[in-house]
């Protein structure tokens, strides 16, 4: 790159940092304005601009704060107080942002609850949440009545779109409940001496590797995350943001609303994703943003070409997760001039913007903000998931190209809090200690990284999800991308299982395949991609890939159920033979299980 190029890409970067940490620095952790002043100051600034619109209706910024001064009164009015927990599970509603807005007001924190849960991953989110209080809708209530037996503690259920004859002891109407509240703004007062250090909601994990944890976000947390975004989009009351993310989770239900809401632009929220359904919205919408997670993008390249795809009013595209796979096409395809990647996690305190719009880097730190920026990449065994420490005991950096986990030290500022999980002894799994120095303490994101030489940073994988084999380490994230792209296959979810006799573990993956499989065309396509130790020893097709909410892909069940015939079903390959891949007999698999089969 040459020196001009180098000049006004550092300037860019610079002018993105700046919006975001101008938006961000008023924040201290010790402030008494909290969340709710962030959105009542917006207000103040855009009454009569529409706030959000869902599918049935629209508000202005005065009709939303109204709603959600309802919202407040009635919790008061239940004899919640200050530092209760109700838990809220709703599908994406205008009524979603008002309830846990308007709980905020009285100083009461919100459990937003995954709307797919269901059983005893709905019950112990429930359960861990210690709210008493549920308020659900007519499409989620029935879920956690089933799960009620399962939960540790008594409930309350409030349901707005409940019939009359669906109503008992434990469940109630919150229609009627709710607009009979005073629309007039709780005093300021009953929030006196909570601080940016309280919590004003939690989110979930996703679950994919076991129950799901609640993070805990404090006002400071989620004011961050909103301010952050109102910054770093550059958005305008001119402007509508498309958000078909799930509210339950940070990226829909904080940066997607902070990019819009702190700056009087208009939040079109929908149900749920549909891929088809996806750019006659937009376009009917008159949406100049839109708010992703990388899956969504990945699913929009995958629909065959449609009408609506560039008549679109969009101007900027903004998420995480986008594959460097993905990007070129997505973003020429749809003609979409700017997308901003970032990367962060709920609980977290690492973040990354790629404010250069460099395809594929999830973010860039520039040599001169080095020891601004809170992360860095330290060298890591995948199989202990511990750091490698040199006779010192401290932690060694990664070299610029070399896999590292990403940390973030702790300290006592916005940019360096770790709020942690509303259960301590998973709080303190996170935390690293004598990393550089004794006494200092990080945070493990578990996310394995690469730095490049010019400060991009690269996604690599999950931690759990990479794994050894062959003495080498294997990425999950980049054998999919590969295998994705081979004939026939929709899906692909890689994954390592442990097998008798052999060190490491194997590389399985689920495919979901359009037509009928053929091994040796897929043999062909990997054999030219994948060095051997990172091509699938096993195979299993699958109707289906399941995911959570947020589009992630459940594995925990999969890896359970190894190369077992009763549990995978028939249609089960191991690596061998003359198409490459093979049906794995019993009288194999009793070979590879008493150590006797190669793989």
Not at 101 to 112: D, P, Q, R
Not at 409 to 432: M, T
Request: charged fraction near 25%; include cysteine; charge should be positive.
């Amino acid at each position: 790159m040459g020196l001009v190029a180098n000049i006004r890409r550092d300037v860019r970067f610079a002018r993105g940092l700046f919006r975001l940490l101008k938006r961000i620095k008023p924040i201290e952790l010790d402030s008494d304005v909290l969340l709710c002043d962030d959105f009542e100051e917006a207000v103040d600034k855009f009454a009569d601009n529409i706030a959000v619109e869902d599918e049935r209706r629209s508000l202005t910024y005065r009709d939303l704060d109204a709603m959600a001064n309802r919202f407040a009164h009635w919790a008061k009015s239940r004899g919640l107080r200050r530092s209760d927990t109700i838990a809220l599970m709703m599908t994406n509603r205008v009524e979603y942002l008002a309830a846990w807005i308007g709980f905020s007001k009285v100083g009461v924190a919100t459990a937003l609850i995954n709307t797919n849960l269901t059983g005893q991953g709905l019950a112990h989110c429930l359960t861990i949440s210690n709210a008493f209080q549920v308020v659900a809708d007519e499409d989620c209530w029935r879920q956690i009545e089933d799960a009620r037996p399962l939960v540790g503690h008594n409930l309350m259920l409030w349901v707005l779109g409940l019939d009359d004859e669906d109503e008992n002891s434990e469940r109630r109407g919150l229609d009627k409940p709710v607009r009979g509240g005073s629309s007039v703004r709780p005093a300021r007062s009953g929030r006196e001496g909570l601080t940016n250090r309280d919590t004003a909601l939690y989110i979930y994990t996703s679950g994919t590797t076991g129950l799901p944890k609640a993070a805990r976000i404090p006002h400071s947390r989620a004011r961050t995350y909103m301010r952050a975004f109102a910054g770093a989009t550059r958005s305008t009351p001119k402007d509508r943001i498309f958000n078909v993310l799930p509210l339950y989770h940070s990226t829909g239900g904080l940066v997607g609303v902070g990019a819009a809401l702190l700056n009087g632009a208009r939040l079109v929220i929908r149900k749920k994703f549909s891929a088809s359904s996806f750019w006659p919205d937009v376009v009917a919408s008159g949406a100049t943003m839109f708010v992703y997670i990388g899956e969504l993008c990945r699913y929009l390249v995958n629909c065959p070409p449609q009408a609506y795809e560039k008549k679109h009013k969009l101007r900027f595209a903004f998420g995480n997760g986008m594959r460097g796979d993905v990007w070129p096409e997505f973003q020429s395809r749809f003609n979409i001039p700017e997308v901003l990647e970032f990367y962060g996690s709920t609980e977290g305190n690492v973040s990354l913007f790629n404010f250069d719009g460099k395809q594929g880097a999830i973010g860039r730190v520039p040599s001169y903000l080095k020891k601004q920026i809170n992360i860095r990449l330290v060298q890591c065994d995948v199989e202990t998931e511990q750091p490698v420490r040199g006779p010192d005991g401290l932690c060694r950096l990664a070299r610029a190209g070399e896999i590292g986990e990403a940390i973030g030290e702790i300290g006592n500022d916005i940019r360096h809090d770790f709020s942690g999980y509303a259960d301590k002894a998973a709080s303190q799994k996170k935390i690293l200690t004598d990393v550089f120095k004794k006494g200092d303490r990080w945070f493990r994101t578990g996310d394995l990284m690469r730095q490049d030489a010019e400060g991009y940073f690269y996604f690599v994988d999950r931690m759990g999800d990479t794994f050894r084999w062959k003495g080498e380490n294997v990425s999950t994230s980049e054998v999919e991308q590969v295998l994705m792209d081979a004939p026939g296959v929709a899906e692909a979810i890689v994954y390592g299982i442990p097998v008798p006799g052999q060190e490491g573990k194997a590389g399985m993956a689920a495919l979901v395949i359009e037509g009928k499989f053929d091994p040796k065309t897929f043999a062909d396509h990997i054999n030219g991609k994948l060095p051997a130790y990172a091509q699938p020893v096993f195979l299993r097709m699958i109707e289906a890939a399941e995911t959570t909410g947020t589009f992630k892909y459940r594995k925990s069940d999969l890896v359970a159920d190894g190369f077992d015939p009763e549990k995978v079903g028939a249609a089960l390959y191991v690596r061998g033979g003359k198409s490459g891949y093979q049906k794995l007999t019993a009288a194999a698999r009793t070979a590879i299980l008493n150590g006797e089969g190669r793989l």
